[in-house]
Structures are given as structure tokens and as C-alpha cells.
């Protein structure tokens, strides 16, 4: 429902006390962009593009106010034939209770329209809360505001548990496509189970590992880890066999000792009727884990290999929209076998 009517005070959460996170460069620049708006290096033109998306952006901060409401413009409208409306462009609002960050609410609007104003919850009781905001997967955001009791307090939220970023790199599955909304994306339920920000870097067919990417990544400041999720976008074997080693080199050489997890692609339907298809498959499987045995007798014990290929179990044909990309379900069981991966290796 919108507010037109309704009294609210309408705030920027570009200034304190609130705090986005989830945009690397968003300190130096200011922007709701998962890359630099002028990178150092050319990257191609449909990272370019999907690097306005804001895949893993998040708002959060702790308010009494009894009304939250959300004004947003768009950069396009949601136009996607795998994704409603509510993932591609939408807002989804977390509450905390206790220790648990649990889903209130998400946007809902007229998807002809690039602008929207929504109320997320409205008559509450008059009592501090701790609010997260998850911004749209697969569109730009170029304005929000949030709405709250014009006599509302808003104060800082609570800090994570220390200043350092989990990476996650890779493709269309690794930005959020096809969840139903916002907080369903791997990396967002995982932002909920591991108290760090989470850089959701994600590209859209486009997670291809090339050098100059690996360039940027290893500009991210404060690395807790990097997540390697980019098999699914290689075109073949012989790309993963190119690239892989590359990539992880160049990152080694800024972040020598940052954990990287290497995780190979979760199976697609088609697997059951197409040999080729799955031995593609299990080519660049096999090569990643060598990859990172080699290194680990060379020296590095910081880098792991994780089979993703049973994240969405015995029944995984049943977890996508469209046989490639996951649904709820298929996220939440990915969610699940990488919880425990990832907090053994943040120890």
C-alpha cells in the first residue's frame, strides 16, 4: 500500500545514522554500484550494465518509529520472464527478534513504473527495532528514501562482527537469479547467518573470470574471504582451465593470505538427459579441485575447493525455475551446505 495520506518524515540513508553496505565502492563514491562507476581497468560492457543492479545491498538501521515506508526510483522497470517483479526491483524488510533476523514484509507495486512508494509496516508498537532493507537484485537503484514517524528515533544498528567482507564472485545464480524477492539470494540468507558485510559481486552471464576482474576484486578492501562462483558462466573447459589459476594468482599477490573458496556449480536438469552436458561438468569439476590440491602442495594453505554440485540435493531438478537457476528452495538448500563451509573457514 502507498502513504499519500499518511504523516511520515522522509529520510536519506546516505546520512548517519543509517548504514548501507553491500557496495564496495559505495564509501569513496556514493553510489548504489557494485563496481566503480569509471573502473581502473575495461571491463566488458554487460558487466558495465549489470554492475548498476544492486545485488546484496542492504540498509540497516534501529528506529521506535510505529511506520516504515519506502520511496524509490528505479533505474528501468522489471522486465525479467524468470524473476517477478518483487526480486528484480523490490525492497524486502527484515526484523530483528533477539538473535534472528526474520522477513517482515517486501514490496509490492505497479511493475509498469519505475518510481514507487510503499508502506512496509505500519502501527507497530512504539518500541526500538533493528530494520534491514535488501535492495532489488536485478535492477538500478537511483534514489530511496525511508519513511518514518516524523517524531521517530533512528539509531545506529548493531555492528558486525568485525569490519571485514565476505567476496562472493560469479554469475546469474550468485546475483539472486531466480529468487521470489530480495532476501532469498544465497549470499543474503547468508548475511543473516554470518555477522559480516557481504559483496555480492554476481554478473548475469557474465561471470567469466577475466584478469581485469580480478584486478578489481582485489581492490576490495578488508576481505574476510573470496567466494570463486563463476563456473556456470564458462563457456567451456578450456576457460575454466585459462582463467582459474589466473585469477587466483592475481588476487594471491594483493591478498596473499585471504581464504578463497573455490565452489563448483550446482547441477542442472538437463544433466539427466544430455551426457555432454554433464561431463562438461564434471571437466571443470575435476580441475578446480585439482587446481586447488596443486596449490595446497605448493604452499597455500588458504584456499579450499567445495563440490556445490549436491547443494540442491537428491531431488535437485525440482529446485529451479528454469533447470539453471534457483528457486527459494534451491537457495535455502544452498544456504544451507555453504553456512557450515563458510564459518569453519571465517574461524
Known amino acids: 500500500m502507498s502513504a499519500p495520506e ?45 554492475a548498476n543492479c544492486t545485488s546484496g545491498g ?40 533477539e538473535d534472528q533476523r526474520l522477513f517482515h514484509s517486501t514490496t509490492r507495486y505497479d511493475h509498469t513504473k519505475r518510481d514507487y512508494e510503499m508502506v512496509m509496516y505500519e502501527k507497530m508498537e512504539r518500541q526500538p527495532r533493528a530494520v534491514t532493507l535488501y535492495f532489488p537484485l536485478y535492477q538500478g537503484v537511483e534514489e530511496v ?18 569490519d571485514k567482507r565476505v567476496i562472493v564472485y560469479g554469475t546469474s545464480i550468485t546475483q539472486g537469479a531466480s529468487a521470489a524477492r530480495p532476501g532469498m539470494s544465497y549470499t543474503n540468507i547468508l548475511s543473516r547467518r ?20 580480478a584486478k578489481l576484486v582485489s581492490d576490495i578492501s578488508g576481505p574476510a574471504c573470496l567466494v570463486l562462483d563463476y563456473e556456470a558462466n564458462c563457456p567451456s573447459p578450456e576457460h575454466m582451465e585459462k582463467t582459474l589459476p589466473e585469477f587466483i594468482r592475481i588476487y594471491r599477490d594483493v591478498h596473499p593470505d585471504v581464504p578463497i573458496l573455490v565452489l563448483s556449480k550446482i547441477r542442472y536438469a538437463r544433466e539427466l538427459f544430455d551426457d555432454a552436458l554433464l561431463e562438461k561438468r564434471l571437466r571443470m569439476q575435476r580441475f578446480q579441485r585439482e587446481t586447488v590440491e596443486r596449490l595446497n ?51
Not at 524509490?72 to 526491483?89: F, H, I, R, Y
Not at 518514518?148 to 548493531?158: M, Q
Not at 558485510?197 to 584478469?211: T, Y
Request: hydrophobic share 40%; with cysteine.
Open 58 to 97: 542492504q540498509i540497516r538501521f534501529r528506529t521506535d518509529s510505529s511506520l516504515l515506508a519506502v520511496k524509490v526510483k528505479l533505474s528501468g522497470l522489471a522486465d525479467l520472464n524468470n524473476m517477478p517483479a518483487t526480486s528484480q526491483c523490490g525492497f524486502d524488510c527484515y526484523i530483528d527478534i
Open 145 to 162: 528514501q525511508i519513511g518514518l514517524d516524523p517524531d521517530a528515533d533512528v539509531s545506529e544498528p548493531g555492528k558486525y562482527a568485525s
Open 194 to 213: 554470518i555477522p559480516l558485510e557481504f559483496i555480492n559481486l554476481g554478473f548475469s552471464g557474465s561471470g567469466r573470470g577475466e584478469p581485469e576482474l
Open 297 to 347: 602442495r605448493q604452499g597455500d594453505r588458504n584456499i579450499y575447493f567445495y563440490d556445490g554440485s549436491g547443494l540442491l540435493g537428491a531431488n535437485f531438478h525440482e529446485c529451479t525455475v528454469d533447470g539453471v537457476h534457483p528457486t527459494d528452495l534451491g537457495f535455502m538448500r544452498m544456504a544451507d551446505g555453504l553456512t557450515p563451509v563458510l564459518q569453519k573457514l571465517l574461524q
Open 6 to 50: 499518511i504523516a511520515v518524515a522522509w529520510l536519506s540513508p546516505a546520512n548517519p545514522p543509517f548504514r548501507v553496505s553491500g557496495f564496495a565502492w559505495y564509501g569513496v563514491e556514493g553510489k548504489y554500484r557494485r563496481l566503480p562507476q569509471a573502473p581502473r581497468l575495461p571491463i566488458p560492457p554487460v558487466v558495465d550494465k549489470f
